[in-house]
């Protein structure tokens, strides 16, 4: 099936691993042209260059701290001034700091909004007038399956993104007269870098081996196993195609079908309860 997206211009934000990389990928296979970008210039190069010898498409690369207003408006112009008007934003960001209430400072709670809400705010407005003009333009957040099934120990992730989502939702009605679509995707367990760490670093913690590590991350997820980012990238490749035209404003969750799973029985064995430094 061609999905159209042949020659599209595409931003993914936080990219040069993870989540963020499996879909720039996804896109450049498709046709897109794409830009990347994170902190890390020698890891942003070095990912840009693999994308671009995978995928033969082209693929730019700009330096930014998605927490910091003007690296977004350079952000922004560079990729205009190289690649023309973004068609295509997929709002993705670093973690969050993880933790419960009592454990989270003010300034926890501010740097994360500046990362999280701010940036997705800051970016989609950004590109917006020119989606308009266009007349077509996809915005897809990357959220979390906290913001359908919350999480204490997780709770600027759950706070903010559930903000996003309710953020999309809101200007999606104004938006869809005009083909600008926005949806939010919310991950579950997905086996990036950052997630094969923290149970390594659960492993060593609770003197438990990696693989008992990404079984208390995966408990509750009826498909037994971690989700692979190419199944988040996959699934935001579509929603970024010229094939899911008549579907707007969506939080869609893809997480192996947890949230299927009656809260009492997921968590039935509270021992089996982890916090996010893998402690039981
Ligand atoms: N993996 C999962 O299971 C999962 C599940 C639900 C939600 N999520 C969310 O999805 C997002 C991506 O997760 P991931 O597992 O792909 O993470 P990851 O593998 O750690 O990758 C994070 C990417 O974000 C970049 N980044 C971090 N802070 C940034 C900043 N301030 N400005 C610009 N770029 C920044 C990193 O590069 P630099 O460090 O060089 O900037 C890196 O490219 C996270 O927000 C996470 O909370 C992940």
């Known amino acids: 099936m061609d999905l159209g997206l042949k020659d599209r211009v595409a931003l993914v934000c936080a990219s040069s691993q993870g989540l963020g990389k499996a879909i720039a990928k996804s896109l450049a296979q498709e046709g897109a042209s794409v830009a990347i970008c994170s902190r890390n210039q020698k890891c942003l190069e070095e990912t840009r260059q693999t994308l671009e010898a995978e995928t033969n498409a082209k693929i730019i690369s700009v330096v930014a701290d998605l927490s910091l207003k003007q690296d977004i408006e350079k952000l922004l112009e560079t990729v205009e001034a190289n690649l023309g008007s973004i068609e295509i934003l997929v709002n993705n960001t670093g973690n969050p700091p993880a933790g419960r209430l009592a454990q989270l400072s003010e300034s926890d709670w501010d740097r994360a909004y500046q990362l999280v ?7 989609t407005k950004g590109v917006i007038p020119s989606m308009i003009e266009g007349g077509w333009g996809r915005v897809i957040n990357i959220a979390t399956s906290a913001v359908e099934q919350p999480r204490g120990d997780l709770l600027i992730s759950t706070t903010f993104r559930a903000g996003l989502a309710a953020f999309s939702r809101a200007i999606a009605a104004e938006l869809a007269e005009h083909n600008v ?4 995707v919310c991950p579950g367990v997905i086996g ?18 990696v693989q ?8 509750g997820v009826p498909m037994g196993r971690m989700g692979e980012p190419e199944e988040i990238a996959a699934l935001v490749t579509c929603l970024a195609s010229d094939r899911l035209n008549y579907m707007t404003g969506q939080t869609i ?13 997921a968590y039935a064995d509270a021992s089996r309860r982890i916090n996010f430094e893998g402690k039981l």
């Open 181 to 184: 679509l926005i949806h939010t």
């Open 253 to 265: 969750t893809i997480d192996g079908g947890k949230l299927t799973v009656p809260l009492k029985s």
């Open 192 to 209: 990036t870098g950052a997630m094969l760490n923290l149970a390594e670093n659960m492993a060593a913690a609770g003197e438990i081996t």
């Open 212 to 219: 008992a590590a990404k079984d208390r991350l995966t408990f």
């Open 117 to 123: 809400l701010m940036s997705a705010i800051r970016l």
